[in-house]
């Protein structure tokens, strides 16, 4: 549940409505220029949260402050993109797994669009963190002033998934485990994400970058196709189902030792 002095800070609806209408417009107005990039190496409507976000800010800078978390410590942010690297490292095995079972083979490592595969990574990279500029760090806290982290995770993958627009001419089928492998994705990156906004956006973009590179591994161009498309969104369930029992576990434990010092 959101803390008592989350009752009594500025509403976030207004921000959260304001952001969600610019990056979906942002990222149409710059997907414009899309013929430009091949779309495999980087997807430019990626930039559309952040540019929605940077807009967000200028217009609602003074409220947000007072909405934004706070910072936590360095060791404890290191702690969490290690363990989110743990959960992708998971992924990658099961997504290998069910499609070695399933018959699918792996696409590999190779160069991208003609160009080395160290520039794909690199570009991956810069567009995960502007997605993640807008969804992990600024959406996302935004609605933990309102509900829990879990529910705020959740809502922020349906508008994440929401937000990739051409999947859901795919089929129902593939249209519907996507939704499912994006808000799994989502609670993982939402509860590894901690602290204050640069925080947050450090930890998922990490995430969200090592999740599209080992996607692109197993499945290559055909991430979103059939039966790609569904064993990811198995893998995706399983990995944040195993690491959400851990995170549950360990604060029960805490919460033990908490109580054992009382």
Known sequence: MPSSSSRTAPSPWPVLGVFTLLAFLFSGAIGLLQPAVDAELLTLAQFGPALGALATWLIYRRRLKALLPQAVSRKQVVAH???MAAAVALFAALAIGF???TGTGLAGVS????APFVLYLVLQ???ATGEEIGWRGLMQPLFETRMGRFAASVVTGVVWALWHVQIFTAGLLVAASFLVSTIA????LGHMGNGAFWQRVATAAAGHWLINVALHTVAGEEVNESPQVYVTAVAAVVTTAVFMA???RA???RRGREAAAL
């Open 185 to 188: 994705f989502a609670v993982l």
């Open 125 to 127: 990279l810069v567009g």
């Open 81 to 83: 993109t290690v363990l």
């Open 111 to 114: 160069s991208v669009a003609g």
């Open 246 to 248: 851990l995170f549950r």
């Open 99 to 101: 499609s070695l079972a």
């Open 251 to 253: 604060v029960a434990r």
